[in-house]
């Protein structure tokens, strides 16, 4: 936390504000202001309510069951008194924290800024109203605007510092990923887009037409890469608004293409048939050439499996939570640890518990579709993105990695092979902005998953 900058200088600020001196303002401000502070709390995200943009971070449902009761909770404790360096040390923490849960979520500070003029001004009239003296007035209210200003400061502080960190780390994701993994995948696309193209051409020649049957490109092994690792991986080159262009035009060409079928009108659907074959054939062009400028080099991953780190795991997450926010398209966690490692290391060392992290992670990036993320989260634990993805699906995909796992026959140098199990805990994104909390349940599964026996799959409820 002493990282912030300026933190020795708000502990004095705040040292000086919360001092004997003004041990009877701030009794005054706690006794006139905390009767009030659920309408104070109320007053200040309705503010924030009238803004599209915080519209998707703060529902009503949301912000009647939950916050307004953590802001009443705020508006109480910075108007007490703090006399030792401890207390003032823990709330300078708070507001961190709050900072930190604003850069998670993404939550626009300019709103909040204004939002906290509101705040003040809700507080002040509420001092105009108390029968109290001109200069007692004054000084009570001078105080209580240097007490929110300065607890607001610190939340933008930590904000900012947690805002740059993310886009160094999104930036370095981009390069890592784009020397590493991004000429293997736009190669893996191209077969792709001629896969698709195949199943879209073969299904226009049937008498009939099962809509639902018709691949969507958006859903599409090309589609979900884009989607998710390409929008990532291609962030300030100039192919990704050509590939997202494409993908929306040709999504509305197939689209009509399918109800052109079922008219008889030969000459449009030959038409149309054309023009997806142009705009395909343009992109498998655009695909191989971006493939030939890239340079593979091994940098950025962990170095023993090869995996993503989890330095990156909050810049993949803070993009799917937006896709998910914005499109619908939700994402699943699966957190896997290996069961028994440490007995497995201390019995045939720590060379072969490397070959068997190794295993691991050939058979989880095997098991995951290219718009999937696999990280080595830290020891013998693994977290995995699953993007794409409904509920009821997910459960599926973690027995199923968990079953490969057992059923694989993991091999030492000396051909020694062991059976190795894996715990997983699975969490579906439900819609909450801020992704450290579906990380956190996903924990909370695991660690129900090696509670209960190991070798199992929990799912977060």
Known sequence: MKTIPLYETYMHELHSLYCKKNADKLKLLAELLGPHAQSIAQTFYRVL???????PFLTSAMVEERLVGSMQKWVIEIFHEYESEEQVEAIIEHQVQ???VHARIDLPMSMVN??????KSECSEH??????????LAESQDLMHRLIDTMVALINESYLLDTVASEQNAQSFRIQVTFQNLAF???RQRVSLLDWTRQLFLITREKFIDKEAVPRLRHSDFGLWLTHKGALMLTGRSELGVLMEFMSVTSELSDELIESCGQGDEEKVKRLLNQINDEVSRIIWLLGKTAQEIIDVESGRDALTHLFNRRYIDTVLKHETECS???GMHYGILYLDIDYFKRLNDQYGHDAGDLVLQQVANILMQSVRTGDFVFRYGGEEFLIVITDITADQITRIAEKVRKMIEDYEFKLKDETVLAVTISVGAAFHDGHPDYQRTIRRADEALYLAKDSGRNKVVLSE
């Open 114 to 119: 204004y939002a906290a003029r509101v705040l």
């Open 127 to 136: 001092l105009f109203q108390a029968d109290i003296s001109g200069q007692l």
């Open 49 to 55: 309510l009238r803004n599209e943009k915080t519209v």
């Open 325 to 327: 926010l914005k499109s």
């Open 185 to 187: 995948d736009c190669e």
């Open 98 to 100: 709050i900072g930190h």
